[in-house]
């Protein structure tokens, strides 16, 4: 039975064995997911479908972002046996298609590039034909950290950009809209299919999130994600509104007109959501 936020929002609420399934592998292996640790509307679906987001890198994180749950503070020591584990649940899962994301760990020197690559390598050595999505930081703009992560060759790498430029220093003041392009940028003129991913109703006008699309778009990114933003807590930045069907739909024809090759427009649409579908129409329409 689905909880309703409004007409245009309705969350499922966890069960049935495949989510249990799931929490087992996760709990087993003792690692996080996205899906808890940012209180994803989308987790029972997924998880009912036998997907999940692993979160590497523990799960605090060294940001305080407004809109995200995620704990912040000082992260533990580095764990370094976590890209086994992850490995072994994607091999438990017989998983075909995996989404890695991390926190940020900006008081490391690679801010744990290294630990991304190390991820890949382990989960293709125990299920090789798993394709392997990576939704990175942005490193503090470190090339050769965004470098490391390269040659692991994920199929597909994935930074948000978030919000639109003038949201920034409100929302996330530890990071930068030049960065992040950049990111992006230099990941897709390196051959790689590129993600990012931009949360509505924080505060922004539909003009400028008409020009986000366009200047993600110019940086050769292939798929993107628009879903809405809502506040995790009253600490949070509020939700300053909730966008209509309609106008979900009119960014997504943008888009899609712009000539991005997978365009996911939605309420509850999320980076990690629907994730190996984006994937398969981007490669079909590359």
């Given at each position: 039975m689905p909880t309703v936020l409004s007409p245009d929002i309705k969350i499922t609420l966890p069960g049935g064995d495949a989510y249990r399934d799931v929490l087992r592998v996760v709990d087993d292996h003792r690692l996080h997911t996205v899906c808890q640790s940012a209180r994803c509307p989308n987790m029972a679906a997924c998880?009912?479908?036998?997907?999940?987001?692993?979160?590497?890198?523990?799960?605090i994180c060294t940001r305080a972002c407004r809109f995200c749950s995620v704990q912040h503070g000082k992260p533990p020591e580095l764990d370094l046996a976590e890209p086994d584990r992850v490995a072994e649940a994607v091999?438990?899962?017989?998983l075909d298609y995996a989404v890695i994301t991390s926190v940020n760990r900006d008081e490391l020197p690679d801010g744990g590039a290294s630990l991304f690559a190390e991820t890949v390598r382990c989960i293709r050595a125990l299920r090789s034909a798993c394709r392997i999505e990576l939704l990175i930081p942005d490193?503090?703009?470190?090339?050769?950290?965004?470098?490391?992560?390269?040659?692991?060759?994920?199929?597909?790498?994935?930074?948000?950009?978030?919000?639109?430029?003038?949201?920034?220093?409100?929302?996330?003041?530890?990071s930068s809209w030049e960065t992040s392009l950049e990111v992006l940028r230099r990941s897709s003129e390196q051959g790689f299919v590129t993600?990012?991913?931009?949360?509505?109703?924080?505060?922004?006008?539909?003009?400028?999130?008409l020009v986000a699309i366009r200047a993600v778009q110019e940086t050769g990114c292939s798929i993107l994600t628009i879903g809405q933003y809502l506040s995790p807590t009253p600490r949070h930045a509020p939700m300053h509104r909730v966008v209509s069907q309609n106008e979900f739909l009119e960014y997504e024809i943008f888009a899609r007109n712009l000539g991005f090759a997978a365009v996911l427009s939605g309420a509850l649409v999320r980076s990690s959501y629907r994730a190996k579908w984006a994937y398969e129409a981007a490669c079909k329409n590359l």
């Open positions: 998880w009912g479908e036998r997907t999940a987001t692993f979160m590497i890198l523990g799960n091999r438990d899962l017989q490193f503090c703009g470190a090339r050769e950290a965004l470098d490391v992560v390269l040659r692991s060759r994920p199929d597909v790498l994935n930074h948000n950009v978030e919000t639109v430029p003038r949201l920034y220093r409100s929302i996330q003041p530890w993600k990012s991913g931009i949360i509505v109703g924080l505060g922004e006008t539909r003009e400028e999130v």
